[in-house]
């Protein structure tokens, strides 16, 4: 049976295509950063606790997390 296909056909690939050396940086910067803002809060959290003894780690971590975004937006904003 010339020109007739079988049953069979070939799956669509579910993985993305393969990332940039660019992306893969990206990625590694933003680990960094992360690294940098926990520990940032892991140093500041013992005196903040001693003024704020019910402030989680937790939250103060987010809450510098926070901070840094807003600072680094406006810095990208104001050139």
Known sequence: MAGKRSGRRMKNS???PSTSGLGRAARECS???EIKGF???LVSYPERFAQEP???FEKHLFQLV???RIASSE???RG
């Open 54 to 56: 019910d402030l989680s």
């Open 39 to 41: 520990l940032s809060a």
């Open 66 to 68: 926070a901070a840094s």
């Open 31 to 33: 680990a960094q950063d």
């Open 14 to 16: 579910k993985r993305r």
């Open 75 to 77: 810095q990208r904003r």
